[in-house]
């Protein structure tokens, strides 16, 4: 993005979507970069660990900046970024929506609802003791891990999903011995919540 001393961050990116619309081609470009971080931040919780690991974000976030720029004369002429935004992320919605559908076969456990879920105490031990929750209401199920910390609530969905402390240690760029410390944490919390 081009910088110009004078004018806030706000009226610069203002500019790119309207150079954007007249097709300029390093506006489109510097928008790409200035929308990718809100793109990803929303995208990231909404696909869930599943997805995530059988579709590739990168792809998915120019997918979705390439339908916005074809949908962006649908915006009114003195739109700004706010505007842009807003259509890139309403785009990001649908193609969450598209991506589930293409990738259905991937329903991990942590997607399917109704019946017990099971968090291993042990994070490599599937025969040993687990912590069994009854889970009729799946928003109750996100509800009640949303409780953890967000590096917790990563280690149990993905368990949830079936990867051991190795793959999930790999997935995350984290050492298995700190999968196992937040999956210890998360469990001895999830107990307190469910006790």
Request: net charge negative; proline share 4%.
């Amino acid at each position: 993005m081009s910088d110009s001393p004078s004018k806030p961050l706000k009226d610069q990116r203002d500019d790119l979507v309207s150079l954007a619309r007249a097709g300029d081609a390093k506006a489109r470009s510097d928008l790409f970069e200035a929308a990718l971080p809100r793109i990803q931040q929303f995208l990231i919780p909404k696909m869930g660990f599943r997805l995530q690991r059988h579709t590739d974000l990168d792809d998915i976030c120019q997918e979705i900046f390439i339908r916005g720029i074809k949908a962006i004369h649908s915006l009114a002429p003195d739109s700004g970024y706010r505007d842009f935004e807003a259509l890139m992320l309403q785009h990001a919605r649908w193609q969450v929506v598209d991506s589930a559908r293409a990738e259905g076969r991937f329903e991990g456990e942590s997607n399917v609802p109704g019946g017990l879920m099971t968090i291993p105490i042990d994070l490599d031990d599937d025969q040993g003791e687990c912590l069994v929750i009854e889970r009729e209401d799946v928003q109750w199920l996100h509800s009640l891990i949303s409780r953890l910390t967000d590096d917790q609530a990563r280690v149990v969905w993905l368990r949830l999903d079936g990867l051991k402390s190795d793959e999930i240690a790999h997935l995350l760029s984290i050492s298995p011995e700190l999968v196992r410390k937040r999956h210890q944490r998360a469990v001895d919390k999830l107990r307190q919540l469910t006790t």
